[in-house]
């Protein structure tokens, strides 16, 4: 059974970094599709970066020159490079990928329990 682990995630000062990581484990062909999304308190979910198969990056307006996605194939990881992070940065930072793990099987979207990024003084 395919399941993803976020970790990284922590207090950091504002202006500060942190680089999270999303583990893919069990059977998996090739990860098709990853995506961050976060949903900071009082707030609902929100798309973050998306990257795919080729390397193709997306961002929403507010991560966009500050994060990084990128992935590491070997690893089946997807890692999430935050700089510059402001107070409204915090939120809880969920992993989300489009993975082909089984031959004869359909893609399917799987979602990590998520990590704390709390960006204060």
């Known amino acids: 059974q395919v399941q993803l682990v976020e970790s990284g995630g922590g207090l950091v000062q504002p202006g500060g970094s942190l680089r999270l990581s999303c583990a893919a484990s069990?059977?998996?062909?090739?990860?098709?599709?990853a995506r961050w999304f976060s949903q900071g308190p009082g707030q609902q979910p929100q798309f973050v970066a998306q990257?795919?198969?080729?390397?193709?990056?997306k961002y929403r307006d507010s991560a966009e020159g500050r994060f990084t996605i990128s992935k590491d194939t070997a690893k089946n990881t997807i890692y999430l490079q935050m700089n510059t992070l402001k107070p409204e940065d915090t939120a809880v930072y969920f992993c989300?990928?489009?993975?082909?793990?089984?031959?004869?099987?359909?893609?399917?979207?799987?979602w990590g329990q998520g990590t704390q990024v709390t960006v204060s003084s």
């Open positions: 989300n990928a489009e993975i082909d793990y089984a031959v004869g099987q359909p893609i399917q979207s799987f």
């Open positions: 069990g059977s998996i062909l090739s990860i098709k599709v």
């Open positions: 990257i795919d198969n080729y390397g193709n990056t």
